[in-house]
């Protein structure tokens, strides 16, 4: 079983890498450097991998606020925990707020969509996306390349091919779980308090 996983990671993990980055994707993208230390993926891909899906999720969330903002469904994110401050900051502070909006976990989808509706012209949104997809992801497979090195050294070289794929899927499991207690604590902490 775990031998069909390890194959299936190896001919489609790029795309997984790819469509998890497209959203929020930090234990996507800290996957993608775990595999690339253990020669799953090369590293120059799997970062390159990371960036394109963060550039094209936070291009998406932007276009969706600009092109779309009457839609229903942007309508319904207008009205989510977070937008209001998101789009309270992004007017105050529009090349901060870009460049930090990918690091900040729960706030970038309705980030990109104050952001798109918040005037902030396409051309220099690009320029700002690009470089905080970058930064965000050679952090974030940066982390995970060093996990590996680490795992390494703490369970030995002779660790085999799917030992190496199960503590890459639980490290995946704890920054899941972890980022969503994360999101749901702010929350439910800005329901209660408002923005």
């Known amino acids: 079983m775990t031998h069909t996983i390890h194959q299936l990671i190896e001919e489609y993990g790029l795309i997984a890498v790819f469509l998890g ?3 929020e994707g930090e234990s996507v993208a ?17 970062f390159a991998t990371a960036f394109l899906g963060a550039f094209a999720g936070d291009t998406g969330f932007f276009v969706v606020g600009r092109s779309f903002a009457d839609h229903p469904w942007t ?10 401050h998101a789009y309270s900051l992004v007017r105050q502070h529009p090349n901060a707020f870009v460049l930090g909006n990918r690091f900040i976990y729960g706030m970038r989808l309705v980030g990109g969509i104050a952001a798109g509706l918040s005037g902030i012209s396409l051309p220099r949104f690009v320029v700002l996306n690009v470089i905080s997809s970058a930064i965000w992801a050679a952090l974030f497979c940066a982390i995970g390349y060093v996990f590996g090195l680490g795992a390494e050294q703490v369970v030995g070289r002779t660790l085999v091919h799917h030992e190496r794929l199960l503590i890459a899927l639980a490290v995946g499991l704890v920054v899941a779980v972890a980022a969503f207690l994360l999101a749901h604590h702010v929350a439910k902490r800005e329901r209660k308090h408002g923005p």
């Open 21 to 23: 980055c497209l959203a």
């Open 75 to 84: 309508t319904r994110m207008r009205n989510r925990p977070g937008f209001s």
């Open 30 to 46: 800290i996957l993608a450097g775990f595999f690339a230390h253990q020669h799953v993926f090369i590293p120059w891909q799997a």
